[in-house]
Structures are given as C-alpha cells and as structure tokens.
C-alpha cells in the first residue's frame, strides 16, 4: 500500500499542473492572435490591391499624349546637351580615350635588382619592393608592363613601349 501524499507534495503538483495549463491556454492565444493579424493583412492587401486598382480598360489613350514625333524631339534635346557637356568634368567621348604616358623611370621606381644567375638561360631576380616578393625572370618575360630585354653581370635592361632602362644590384 502507498503512503498517502503529503500536503507539500500535493501544492507543489498543482502549481506544476496550474503552470502548465496557462503556457498551453497562453500559446493558444497567442496563435489565433496571429492567425487574426495574417487573415487582416490578406484582406487588407486584396482590397487595396485589386479592388481600388484602376483597370486597363479605364486608362483611356488621351491621358497619356505621346506623339512620336514629340518623343524624339526630347531625346534629341537632351543628346545635344549631354554631347556638349562634361559630366563630372569626364572627357568629351568624341575626343578618344585619354593616353597617360607613365615615364618608365616612374614604372621602375620600386623595384630593385637583388641578383643575376648567369648560364645559358640567365635570370634575374627583381624584388617588388611595395610587397617584398622576389621575382624570377628570364629574357623577354614581362613583370607588369616592364619587359626584360636582356640580363647581363650585375645588370638587366628592362623595356616599356619604346623606352629603356638599366637596373644594377643594389
């Protein structure tokens, strides 16, 4: 036989039982409370959207003049005034692309020779001193726009378009 159950026991499983009934009753609410909010919204957009929508038959072709004639003319006006002003003081399209000739001094600036391996396919090794890394290069490679014309002892000649340039181990 069981021993009866004590008064403290007895509270204690009701406050558990009482609890649980209000998070169930709370959950219950608080769903058909938002299932009410979406059916709202739905409606609300079906009757502001379709109801009070003016239909295409409505729209009737004098509310919106457009000649052809009278279209072109705009973009015509607004061509001969883009075509005769810069924006942002950009270059005037008719001139051609604008050619900045970089000096192949400036284009060399942070490279610096560290070595020369001779043999019969010499190498030089050019250190890009903006990232410290070391490139290895060989007779008619490229490093950027700068071509390697031709590598000596302690020497390399580097060229750009019609420029040239010697570089000596630093």
């Given at each position: 036989m069981?021993a009866p159950?004590a008064?403290s026991?007895?509270m204690?499983?009701?406050n558990?039982l009482d ?5 169930r ?6 769903l058909?409370?938002?299932?009410i909010s979406l ?22 072709e ?5 000649r052809?004639?009278q ?7 607004y061509?001969k005034?883009?075509n005769q002003n810069?924006i942002?003081g950009a270059a005037?399209?008719?001139a ?7 000096p192949?001094?400036?284009r ?7 070595g ?5 396919d010499?190498e030089?090794i050019?250190?890009?001193?903006r990232?410290?890394?070391?490139n290895f290069l060989k007779v ?5 726009e700068?071509k390697?014309?031709t ?12 420029e040239e ?6």
């Amino acid at each position: 036989m069981k021993a009866p159950i004590a008064s403290s026991q007895l509270m204690s499983l009701i406050n558990v039982l009482d609890r649980s009934f209000n998070l169930r009753l709370s959950r219950k609410i608080f769903l058909t409370a938002a299932a009410i909010s979406l059916l709202f919204i739905f409606f609300d957009f079906l009757y502001l959207g379709f109801l009070h929508s003016p239909k295409i038959s409505q729209i009737s072709e004098e509310a919106v003049p457009i000649r052809s004639n009278q279209a072109r003319e705009g973009f015509e006006s607004y061509s001969k005034i883009f075509n005769q002003n810069t924006i942002f003081g950009a270059a005037n399209s008719n001139a051609g692309p604008a050619i900045i000739k970089i000096p192949i001094s400036e284009r060399v600036k942070d490279y610096r020779l560290k070595g020369v391996i001779l043999s019969n396919d010499p190498e030089a090794i050019l250190e890009d001193a903006r990232t410290g890394k070391n490139n290895f290069l060989k007779v008619g490679e490229q490093i950027g726009e700068l071509k390697v014309k031709t590598i000596g002892e302690g020497k390399i000649v580097l060229s750009c378009g019609d420029e040239e340039i010697k570089l000596e181990i630093q």
